[in-house]
């Protein structure tokens, strides 16, 4: 466990402090770079190892191997000046992989134009938005990996700029006290002519871990590395509680030198076939932010898992039954305090087996009248 962590975390000091010639490139389309879903915003965008809900799409494409159910996800941001960026996703499940479409949008709405002196003329409209093919599989036991297919276009009056990239992801599930690490590489792809000038997209890399404390994944904890186009690298932290099994607290920061306002809030609802989160990221200058998520997970699980539990249903069934055989055979061996360690077992199992309850307590009548 200490090694795992060890190496995790030179990694993540290399990757800050090492410049990186792929990362040094003039870049366009920045709405790229801004993250989607409001659980992973408001745990500080620390979300690369985690992934386990549509948003991955955008964060990690390996973690949608999580989902086992179909889901959509719709992500409201309420940004700055009346600019909204919205997401919408949906994902399938397929035996050992998962297939997913998702698109981005970024606009604001008419904008008033101007001439060489500055006076107002026409309104025009501009919006970025970005269509995503997604594909996810297990490859070997705790590894999956996922890949991103975009077709970008970016719109202003009447000028329209296209493109394409990958997003290539990374998921490894150590096994070792509930320690995930990941890993997404972002937009490897053409540059993007608009009017006379291009641009290259905007190149990331993130790196991340996910530790959760106990068992049940009550408390999680989350770090990722961010090195991204002509910039140094940053961290992002988050953590994430639940306090029940349907309200979940978050708090996360991102430690971008761009970001004065580091700390974000959040917090979740989930139900059976519904998850609802909400973000809060203050900004001092520019006016504080909200985002919205909504989840809706339906139709049946995926085949693996239901096969896993019917297959554990199974084992549990004869498990009580040869217990059950055990603990009559110390009763009528006049074996009382072995009877009620058997019986006792049963229940750890099932507390609601009245025939194991039934039997603790002759067990125990008989094992007092003997004494």
């Known amino acids: 466990m200490k090694k795992i962590v060890t190496l995790s975390f030179l990694l993540l000091l290399f990757l800050v402090g090492r410049p990186s010639p792929l990362l ?13 879903g409001a659980r992973p915003l408001a745990l500080g965008e620390a979300y690369v190892a985690l ?9 990690n494409p390996a973690g949608l191997v999580q989902l086992t159910r179909q889901e959509v996800g719709f992500t409201y941001n309420k940004w700055f000046e009346d600019i909204g960026y919205n997401f919408l996703g949906y994902s399938y499940p397929l035996n050992k992989s998962i297939l997913a479409l998702s698109v981005y949008y970024l606009g604001g709405g008419d904008i008033e134009g101007s001439d060489g002196g500055g006076n107002p003329t026409s309104e025009f409209s ?50 070792i006290q509930n320690l995930d690490l990941g890993l997404n590489v972002q937009n490897i792809g053409t540059r993007i002519k608009f009017i006379k000038e291009s641009a290259s997209l905007p190149l990331s890399l993130k790196f991340g871990l ?13 770090i990722d590395v961010n090195k991204l186009s002509n910039k140094s690298g940053y961290f992002c932290l988050g953590a994430e509680c639940w306090i029940t099994d349907y309200l979940a607290l978050r ?10 306002d580091r700390i974000r809030f959040g ?3 989930k139900g059976k076939n519904l ?18 998520s909504v989840g809706i997970y339906f139709g049946k699980l995926e085949r693996e898992e239901v ?5 554990m249903e199974a084992r549990t069934a004869s498990l009580i039954a040869s217990l059950h055989e055990d603990g009559m055979a110390c009763l009528n061996r006049k074996k009382y305090i072995d009877a009620i360690a058997k019986f006792s077992e049963i229940l750890l199992l099932d507390p609601e087996d009245r025939k194991a309850i039934s039997m603790m307590k002759e067990a125990n009548r008989l094992l007092m009248e003997r004494n």
Do not use: C
């Open 307 to 311: 096969l896993g539990r019917e297959e």
């Open 126 to 175: 501009m919006y970025d938005l970005a269509f995503a093919f997604s594909y996810s599989r297990k490859l070997i036991s705790g590894l999956s990996a996922g890949l991103n297919f975009k077709f970008i276009t970016e719109k202003l009056e009447d000028e329209t700029g296209n493109a394409f990239a990958f997003d290539f992801g990374a998921l490894y599930k150590t096994g």
């Open 24 to 36: 040094a490139a003039t870049s366009g389309l920045d709405f790229l770079k801004m993250g989607v």
């Open 210 to 222: 996910a530790y959760r404390l106990f068992p049940g994944n009550p408390l999680t904890l989350t």
């Open 267 to 269: 917090l979740g609802l």
């Open 51 to 59: 992934a386990d809900d549509i948003s991955a799409i955008y964060w």
């Open 251 to 260: 708090i996360g920061s991102k430690f971008d030198p761009d970001v004065r």
């Open 275 to 292: 998850g609802l989160d909400y973000a809060y990221t203050p900004h001092k200058i520019l006016g504080d932010t909200h985002q919205f």
